[in-house]
């Protein structure tokens, strides 16, 4: 096992100032791993915001070709790290080898990914209306806007992926391409892993020559309340749950200055099952779906976690086929032991509910999860029953069987905000249902065709967001370059003199950029 220090990063130094130690486990065994972690006190929060705000403005204004060197670097230190973390990291979260070495690829993917929103400049958001001094009745000032860092950003890690929305994840990526430093609270289930990407940063900020409290890093249980209400903090990023999520979005409201918060929640990303793509190929449909609820034992914020068909034998016939299937998957470890708790409390839930029939699924196999499936009568989705809007984060999924067209539009009408829907069907199905595109485009962020919404492409197109409760602000994405976005505002120029003028918005465009000037895109000077 790597070597472990365990204490907090506070402006470019370690501390260990609290008295308190927390201790990161074996997510198979539960055993306690041989480090401990120190929680960070009321006081090291404030210095590590302190710090994250004295690196602010020299951060801020390097050149976007220097922290695209940063994020760079900090890619190459993650694909540096050897085999004993990739091990540290499966200790860690039961994760298999596979899935850790390509979650890395994606997090130093997404790195670069941003490095290249950096040098291509359109981040800014460059727009220049010239000055009409003969215009009449009135003359128009010159007036140029672009879009500059929020401030110091707390990151909250996930559970579920150690790598990619954790430590050095999507977050914190997007934060520090716009020129915000990060104040990230670890995981309390991957601690030892966090320190060890966190140290990987490090290197890359101090490789590259980035300042002091450029990325900072806090353990604990309770420093997260702290943290959100420090004055120093501008934005806050989250993955997790959505009572986690709402109660950051309620103290960040409640400050002083309010503060945005960013928080992905809560989703159970139904997918359709159309009548002609039953009869084409509903055993195909079944198989390709079971794999998706089961896959990394159902511990992703996209599982689908309801299936909604129309009454006929062959959905009859595909729920039975999907039950079966469901009924031979082995046990899986989930990531630590509370999330197997939610798990089961979820999962009784649905037990215990009059209005639904378990179909299928095992009670707790150890400290391993098992597959679950659920069937409920449509009522209870249109009479607004708040179960069938909640996800339970593991391997289970709920079907809902709908008489006809009508009724289906009137399910997903009554479906809450969700990161994604899934449309099955064949191309007549497609045309015949053709307004649920613009149904479900009103619920969600990603709408799916012919596929399963269990993985999320880092690309510019990509959203990972939605309407409440899958995210406290549907207008932005946590996945792909439109992520930073999130930690950008405007702002406007106007009369200012060329010489005092951004480089994004000088005459000369010495950027090279694309910039809409007087109404049109150009990148030549003016």
Do not use: W
């Amino acid at each position: 096992m790597p070597q472990i220090l365990g204490h907090n990063y506070i402006g470019g130094t370690r501390s260990a100032a609290g008295s308190l130690s927390l201790l990161s486990h074996d997510a198979s065994t539960g055993e306690a791993l041989p480090c401990s972690f120190v929680q960070a006190t009321e006081s090291e929060v404030h210095a590590a915001a302190q710090a994250a705000a004295a690196a602010f403005p020299a951060f801020r204004s390097m050149p976007a070709a220097r922290r695209a060197d940063f994020l760079e670097a900090i890619a190459a230190q993650l694909d540096a790290l050897d085999d004993e973390f990739v091990a540290l990291v499966t200790r860690e979260t039961a994760l298999p080898n596979a899935r850790i070495q390509g979650e890395r690829a994606r997090t130093s993917g997404q790195m670069r990914l941003f490095a290249q929103v950096l040098r291509r400049g359109d981040f800014y958001g460059a727009r220049i209306d010239r000055a009409l001094p003969d215009r009449k009745p009135l003359p128009r000032s010159d007036l140029r806007q672009y879009r500059i860092g929020v401030g110091p950003v707390a990151v909250f890690g996930a559970s579920n992926f150690p790598l990619a929305f954790s430590t050095a994840g999507g977050d914190t990526a997007a934060a520090l391409a716009a020129g915000c430093p990060v104040v990230f609270k670890a995981h309390s289930g991957h601690m030892a892993t966090a320190e060890q990407v966190a140290d990987a940063i490090i290197r890359a900020a101090e490789q590259t020559g980035m300042p002091k409290g450029v990325f900072n890093m806090i353990y604990g249980a309770g420093v997260g309340e702290a943290l959100v209400k420090h004055p120093a903090i501008k934005a806050v990023g989250f993955t997790g749950s959505l009572k986690g999520g709402r109660a950051l979005c309620d103290m960040a409201a409640a400050r002083p200055q309010p503060i945005p918060v960013f928080a992905e929640m809560s989703s159970i990303n139904p997918v359709v099952v159309l009548p002609e793509a039953l009869h084409v190929r509903g055993e195909k449909i079944a198989s390709e779906l079971a794999a998706s609820v089961v896959l990394g034992c159902g511990q992703f914020c996209t599982n689908p976690g309801l299936v909604i068909g129309m009454r006929s034998a062959q959905f009859s016939a595909f729920t039975e086929t999907l039950t079966a299937l469901l009924a031979e998957q082995p046990a899986q470890t989930m990531l630590n032991a509370g999330t197997l708790r939610s798990y089961e409390k979820g999962v009784q839930a649905l037990l215990s509910h009059p209005g639904v029939t378990h179909l299928t699924g095992h009670r707790q196999h150890g400290n391993q999860a098992r597959a679950h499936l659920f069937k409920a009568d449509v009522s209870l989705l249109l009479e607004g029953d708040p179960l069938l809007q909640e996800e339970v984060f593991g391997p289970t999924t709920l079907i809902v069987e709908v008489a006809d067209r009508a009724e289906l539009h009137q399910a997903l009408n009554s479906l809450h905000g969700q990161l994604t829907a899934t449309l099955i069907g064949e191309p007549q199905d497609l045309h015949d249902h053709a307004e649920l595109l613009a149904l479900l485009e009103q619920k969600v962020g990603r709408v799916l065709f012919n596929g399963y919404p269990t993985g999320v492409e880092v690309c510019d197109s990509m959203v990972h967001g939605g309407p409440y409760p899958a995210t406290s602000d549907a207008r932005g994405t946590s996945v792909g370059s439109l992520a930073i976005e999130r930690f950008l505002r405007p702002v406007c120029y106007q009369n200012c003199p060329d010489a005092l003028l951004p480089d994004p918005l000088k005459n000369a465009n010495p950027l090279g950029i694309a910039r809409l000037v007087d109404g049109a895109s150009h990148r030549n000077p003016i």
